[in-house]
């Protein structure tokens, strides 16, 4: 299946009734992960931060695809902060490396197997773009100018949590991926709800 036919067939998914529900429960679980799974790893300080919230928006791309899950990202990135504002305000650079992670990750994993050379593909793309070069250019624009640090500070920064989020991200987002990937609804459900 092209980009193209993988971009259309997810957009169609948001007109199932069935396919909205799942969704709606995934972006759910993407809000409660990010409010309540936010810790750090005490021997790296505060720059390693622990969440879970990347995987229902992996989950939502391997089900549903690139248009759903964008929204999970983007959406539970704004939800969340309506329901527990952390900070001082709402910054809009999350939200678009939410959705941008959702789209890199409804790319890769949508009407594929979830396989280990794809969601480390995926993984990677999503690290050195997203989560490495852009969260490094929002926390800069956001605090660089007022402490004097440098881009260079923040990126260091996101580098090491990367690196030491690594593993664990890749085996969680290839185990449930593959069991996600799995659940298909049957075709007359499918059907009647088109």
Not at 122 to 144: C, K, R
Request: aromatic share 12%.
């Amino acid at each position: 299946m092209t980009q193209i036919k993988k971009l259309k067939s997810s957009t169609l998914e948001l007109k199932n009734v069935y396919s909205l529900a799942g969704i709606a429960m995934l972006l759910a679980l993407r809000i409660v992960l990010g409010i309540f799974a936010n810790g750090t790893l005490p021997f790296f300080g505060n720059n390693v931060k622990i969440s879970g919230a990347f995987l229902p928006i992996a989950i939502t791309g391997a089900m549903y695809g690139c248009v759903p899950a964008a929204l999970v990202g983007a959406l539970g990135d704004i939800l969340s902060f309506i329901i527990n504002p952390v900070g001082a305000a709402y910054f809009p650079g999350f939200t678009i490396s939410g959705l941008l992670t959702g789209f890199i990750y409804g790319m890769a994993f949508y009407k594929n197997n979830v396989t280990a050379k794809r969601v480390i593909i995926a993984w990677l793309i999503n690290t050195f773009t997203v989560e490495t070069f852009l969260a490094a250019f929002w926390l800069f624009y956001l605090y660089g100018a007022k402490s004097g640090d440098s881009y260079h500070v923040y990126l260091i920064t996101r580098f090491i949590s990367q690196a030491v989020k690594c593993i664990p991200e890749i085996l969680l987002i290839l185990g449930v991926g593959k069991l996600s990937a799995k659940v298909h609804m049957p075709q007359n459900l499918r059907k009647h709800s088109a």
